[in-house]
């Protein structure tokens, strides 16, 4: 009796570890279901077997793997939940036996297995908490040395092995794609740099929000930036984050304009993932330990801005589809271009949320608050839509001076679209003038005050203004490349020597290396 308990673990062990084995050899999930069932074959003389998962598609298990059915037998094995052994034992997640009568005989196996006795065992496949298929094999109960309660023992032992396998397996995927997104995703943001000189300006509301940034930079406060369509929020937000101690972490960006409302729970908090949907990581979590800024946060539903209420207040977070909280340290910074409070008061926006948000607001300027910048910014636009299309573009002062007393409704975007549709369609060499306008905004140039003539326009001091520009720049990158020229001069597009000429000529003062 001893010795023969002992043969009866060593073929049970046996078993087990060549599966074992598999699952170190095959990185193929396919690959690896033909191989157990292959291994009860040689080691356990089983002719039919079979393993089924679930599919959330049609709300059935199908056979993922089988060994000794035919083709057409595989077809027709489909089991919902609580159908025959199999379904059975999917829902209630424990191993079962039966024997030929009890069996549904979907496939149509059972007229070609030779054994005069036979039973049919199955046992649960449990990935985590959740059951996601069934093993099932035939086996002749005559020839056989184990008994029924130790081959049930042995295939829930498998059916754990393989669910645990699964589960780890996709958990490991859920990582590395979690952490090739947060590598792609700030990759990108370095390459595509916020802007190469920060805010461009000599006006006392660029002055003032300069100065309030500089106060944040040493804060971690979540905050509110409000301002027109196209004064730039986005840009300070993302300039508050790279003068922030979050530097070098992560910056994720979710427009809700551009987001479909029922996706927006998903984008925001991810997606746990199923048997057919695969995981996403949300941007809360790519964005750990970085920021997020939220673009039009009036346009989150009232429902989810009660979820984000409990992440700012807790820090912690769950997907979508899963309980299973997780702890993120995320700035947030929100951006709105109309009167968040109005909507509080309507009830439209959640006043815990906007407390939370708006402890300190800030103001980005329109162009019509900052006339005497737009020299400026047309100056760098141009350099830098002249340098993407590879062409020495020029513009005239009469154009200049239309463009910075024009009314700019959409403020520095509208500019920036002008001026790059214009340098787009100039010819290399090119002098752009206010007749170049007319050909691509003719109806901006129709409406009185719009564009004013140029006689009925003030000088203005546009040499100085651009040369104060560049000064800027210049101060900008030293401080950037910690004083370190070669690297300032990187950032500038300039060489080294062009660098050292503009130093000297603006009478900058290089700091020796912090």
């Not at 074992?20 to 193929?28: A, H, P, R, V």
């Not at 930079?217 to 003068?243: M, P, Q, R, Y």
């Not at 140029?454 to 101060?475: C, G, N, R, T, V």
Request: hydrophobic share 40%; charged share 35%.
């Amino acid at each position: 009796m001893v010795k023969k308990k002992l043969r009866l673990k060593t073929e049970e062990l046996r078993i087990i570890n060549e599966i074992l084995k598999g699952f170190l050899k095959q990185k193929e999930l396919s690959k690896l279901l033909d191989l157990i069932l292959k291994t009860f074959y040689s080691l356990w003389n089983v002719e039919h077997s079979f393993i089924a998962f679930y599919d959330p598609r049609i709300g059935e298990l199908r056979v993922k793997s089988a060994f000794g059915f035919l083709p057409s037998e595989v077809e027709r094995a489909i089991y919902s939940k609580g159908e025959g052994i199999t379904g059975q034992t999917f829902k209630l997640g424990i191993p079962l036996f039966a024997t030929e009568d009890e069996l549904l005989n979907k496939t149509g196996l059972l007229k070609r297995i030779p054994y005069k006795e036979f039973g049919f065992f199955t046992a649960p496949i449990k990935a985590g908490s959740e059951i996601v298929g069934v093993i099932g094999i035939f086996k002749d109960l005559k020839e056989s040395k184990i008994s029924v309660e130790k081959t049930l023992e042995i295939l829930s032992i498998i059916g754990s092995i393989l669910g645990t396998f699964i589960y780890l397996r996709e958990e490991f995927e859920k990582e590395k794609k979690l952490l090739e997104e947060k590598g792609s995703s700030l990759s990108l943001i370095k390459e595509k740099e916020i802007s190469k000189y920060g805010l461009i300006g000599v006006s006392e509301a660029v002055e003032r929000l300069r100065q309030l940034i500089h106060q944040l930079e040493s804060t971690d406060l979540n905050l509110l930036i409000v301002g027109d369509e196209g004064v730039g929020k986005t840009l300070v937000a993302k300039i508050i984050h790279f003068t922030s101690p979050r530097k070098d972490k992560p910056l994720q960006v979710l427009d809700l304009r551009n987001t479909p409302r029922n996706l927006i729970d998903i984008e925001l908090f991810g997606f746990e993932g199923n048997r057919y949907q695969p995981f996403k990581p949300g941007l809360l979590e790519l964005a750990e330990g970085g920021t997020l800024i939220i673009k039009h946060i009036e346009l989150l539903p009232i429902d989810i801005q009660k979820k984000l209420a409990d992440f700012i207040k807790t820090k912690r977070a769950s997907r979508v589809g899963s309980e299973n909280e997780r702890k993120l340290d995320v700035r947030i910074i929100a951006t709105t271009g109309i009167d968040l409070l109005e909507k509080v008061k309507k009830g439209e926006f959640l006043r815990e949320l906007y407390d939370n948000l708006s402890l300190i607001t800030i103001e980005v300027p329109s162009l019509s608050q900052r006339r005497e910048d737009i020299p400026l910014l047309i100056n760098h636009l141009l350099r830098k839509y002249s340098q993407k299309y590879k062409k020495r573009v020029e513009i005239d002062e009469e154009l200049v001076k239309v463009l910075t007393l024009a009314n700019l409704k959409e403020n520095v975007k509208e500019l920036d679209r002008l001026i790059h549709r214009l340098v787009l369609l100039a010819k290399d060499g090119k002098t752009l003038s206010v007749e170049d306008l007319k050909l691509i905004a003719p109806q901006l140039l129709e409406k009185k005050g719009e564009y004013p003539l140029a006689e009925e326009i003030s000088p203005l001091p546009l040499p100085k203004k651009i040369e104060e520009e560049e000064k800027q720049k210049i101060i900008w990158a030293l401080e950037q490349a910690n004083y370190v020229k070669s690297r300032a001069a990187k950032l500038l597009g300039y060489t080294l020597r062009q660098l050292d000429y503009r130093i000297k000529k603006y009478g900058i003062e290089v700091k020796k290396k912090k």
